[in-house]
């Protein structure tokens, strides 16, 4: 499965990329929040977000790199949110922070950085609709993907199968077209790309080849 990543959008033509991914049969749109504080950039928020809803139907999977995401978690659900992720370095009781997103109605992703280790798993696997590991340092796109990371899907691909197998895992940051497999191959079942669909010529067919490589 493809996820957009709507920070590398042309946001003057919004309108048409979010046509493009509607008919490309993006499987859903992924939305970065950036505090300036979590990570050193800033993006976009809540309002943004609601009217952006409007334009599709395709669930929103929506990254918080925000500081106490806890703060926020009603707010995105109101916004129009499908999947709220928190990164587990961002909140100081993850535990809760995961039931409140529950309890909010909304699907439940965990995001863990490339220095992070997966041992925050031991307990908080069995309550994950999705993993996000992020195989650059959130803040930008654009960026180069670290090859250590390979090995972590696939250890954390071993984890899912075995403790939660529904859980969606999803690999976020430097994926292009000529990687996809591979990331693909460790264990990822979806994948997000921001500059491999928005910079380059062609988006509409970035997300078919993507969906074609994931078959
Ligand atoms: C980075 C964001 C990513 C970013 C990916 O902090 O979480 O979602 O948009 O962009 P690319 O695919 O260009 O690396
Ligand atoms: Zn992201």
Known sequence: MISPSILSCDFTKIREQFEMM???GADYVHVDVMDGMYVPNISFG???ISQLRELTEIPFDVHLMIEQPERYIEDFVKAGADIITVHASATKHLNRTLNLIREKGVKVGLAINPA???SILDYTIKDLDLLLLMSVNPGFGGQKFIEQVYDKIACAREIIDRENPNCILEVD???KLDNAERVYKSGANLLVAGSAVFGVE????AIEDFKRIGK
């Open 116 to 118: 992070e280790s997966l």
């Open 46 to 48: 809540l309002a943004i």
């Open 202 to 205: 062609d988006p509409m067919k």
């Open 173 to 175: 940051g430097g994926v």
């Open 22 to 24: 509607n008919k490309a």
